[in-house]
T-cell receptor
Framework: AQSVAQPEDQVNVAEGNPLTVKCTYS??????LFWYVQYPNRGLQFLLK??????LVKGSYGFEAEFNKSQTSFHLKKPSALVSDSALYFC???????????????FGKGTKLSVKP | EADIYQTPRYLVIGTGKKITLECSQT?????MYWYQQDPGMELHLIHY???????EKGDLSSESTVSRIRTEHFPLTLESARPSHTSQYLC??????????FGEGSRLTVL
């Protein structure tokens, strides 16, 4: 069965410092991995994804994520946090070769990022 | 600029009322989804559709129903709303590249 875990409910960072939001996954075979961001009273916005290729993926708003197959992780990172990065962040996974309902994305529980000035 | 539209954005209704949450997308996507989002953030898949006349229940049991008569339209209906249905409902469609594109959500409050 597929699953994804975000071990931290909340991450607090000072503006200008690097940030990391953690995600680990479990899936049979090679994964599709995604990060989404949600601002208050809005829908989710796609940030970046990993399907294959370079383990370091660059996305929107200066975010990047590193795929680590041996640790089954896909942590979201940004070198210098902004107050405007404060939001909810969701990691999601699905297997490459799943059909039917198993082809749907599975989302983590979300991590609230708070960036203080 | 949104290509997937959800209406209403906010709805407050009384117990026992029938409600329909609308979701429309202009991208021609076959795969569409409804998620229910707890106040505590977690997303739960409640319905999905892989095309016209195709609807399936998701991982979380829901008393709502959906229909897919046209590719662009995927409405969700609650025949008799209860306070336990108070939540945010997010509609999404899937791009051919695999990621989901979400609407802005419909926040439902049942009194």
């Amino acid at each position: 069965a597929q699953s994804v875990a975000q071990p931290e409910d909340q991450v607090n960072v000072a503006e200008g410092n690097p940030l990391t939001v953690k995600c680990t996954y479990s899936v049979s075979g090679n994964p599709y991995l995604f990060w989404y961001v949600q601002y208050p009273n809005r829908g989710l916005q796609f940030l970046l994804k990993y399907i294959t290729g370079d383990n370091l993926v660059k996305g929107s708003y200066g975010f990047e994520a590193e795929f680590n197959k041996s640790q089954t992780s896909f942590h979201l990172k940004k070198p210098s946090a902004l107050v405007s990065d404060s939001a909810l962040y969701f990691c999601a996974v699905r297997g490459l070769n799943y059909g039917g309902s198993q082809g749907n994305l599975i989302f983590g529980k979300g991590t609230k990022l708070s960036v203080k000035p | 600029e949104a290509d997937i539209y959800q209406t209403p954005r906010y709805l407050v209704i009384g117990t026992g009322k029938k409600i329909t949450l609308e979701c429309s997308q202009t991208m021609g996507h076959d795969k569409m989804y409804w998620y229910q989002q707890d106040p505590g953030m977690e997303l739960h898949l409640i319905h999905y559709s892989y095309g016209v006349n195709s609807t399936e229940k998701g991982d979380l049991s829901s008393e709502s129903t959906v229909s897919r008569i046209r590719t662009e339209h995927f409405p969700l209906t609650l025949e008799s709303a209860r306070p336990s249905h108070t939540s945010q409902y997010l509609c999404a469609s899937r791009l051919v590249t695999g990621e989901l594109f979400f609407g802005e959500g419909s926040r439902l409050t049942v009194l």
